[in-house]
T-cell receptor
Framework: DAGVIQSPRHEVTEMGQEVTLRCKPISGHNSLFWYRQTMMRGLELLIYFNNNVPIDDSGMPEDRFSAKMPNASFSTLKIQPSEPRDSAVYFC???????????FGDGTRLSIL | QKEVEQNSGPLSVPEGAIASLNCTYSDRGSQSFFWYRQYSGKSPELIMFIYSNGDKEDGRFTAQLNKASQYVSLLIRDSQPSDSATYLCAVMPLRNNNDMRFGAGTRLTVKP
């Protein structure tokens, strides 16, 4: 079975550019999560969706970050404009909801110069 | 107080020994508990989940939950060098079953 698929795997861009990260959840999973991981702050939940609807975006650091889920098989996380402090690994995860485990994609390693 | 606390380690054990990883959580109403393994440069991988007090075994792994003490642990028997990784404890507070909170992780090294 295909797992959570993220793209790109690596992204290097200059400060001020728009960055778009993409995620395809596991088929049949109705909950999708975006996380950011850094050495300093560990794994942080940014936003999650249930049935394509954003439920909690309190972890989104500021208005430069936005996320969408136009359908059950695709989500994007966008940073505009990007800043060097946004450099991190961004993970997408999905689950069947409720107390069930989340399954992670391979992540996008983002570097903002 | 952090919601989920783990000893950052590093924890070093010899090959073949039992590795014991511990986690405490602050939300007494939490109902779902997870252990993830993360190799350097890789994504978190689910190892175990436990919902009820007591022990749950899966191969060389045993998860232990004590809700009264707000404590969850992971035991790895017959530790192998391939078990060397960071282990993340995650907890779902009852108030929101989708909102998983992660500890900072414990780095385990198994020495041959």
């Amino acid at each position: 079975d295909a797992g959570v698929i993220q793209s790109p795997r690596h992204e290097v861009t200059e400060m001020g550019q728009e960055v778009t990260l993409r995620c395809k959840p596991i088929s049949g999973h109705n909950s999708l999560f975006w996380y950011r991981q850094t050495m300093m702050r560990g794994l942080e939940l940014l936003i999650y969706f249930n049935n394509n609807v954003p439920i909690d975006d309190s972890g989104m650091p500021e208005d430069r970050f936005s996320a969408k889920m136009p359908n059950a098989s695709f989500s994007t996380l966008k940073i505009q404009p990007s800043e060097p402090r946004d450099s991190a690994v961004y993970f997408c995860a999905s689950s069947t909801g409720g107390p069930q485990p989340q399954h992670f994609g391979d992540g996008t390693r983002l570097s903002i110069l | 107080q952090k919601e989920v606390e783990q000893n950052s380690g590093p924890l070093s054990v010899p090959e073949g020994a039992i590795a014991s990883l511990n986690c405490t959580y602050s939300d007494r109403g939490s109902q779902s508990f997870f252990w993830y393994r993360q190799y350097s440069g890789k994504s978190p991988e689910l190892i175990m989940f436990i919902y009820s007090n007591g022990d749950k075994e899966d191969g060389r792994f045993t998860a232990q939950l004590n809700k009264a003490s707000q404590y969850v642990s992971l035991l790895i028997r017959d530790s192998q060098p391939s078990d060397s990784a960071t282990y993340l404890c995650a907890v779902m507070p009852l108030r929101n079953n989708n909102d998983m909170r992660f500890g900072a992780g414990t780095r385990l090294t198994v020495k041959p």
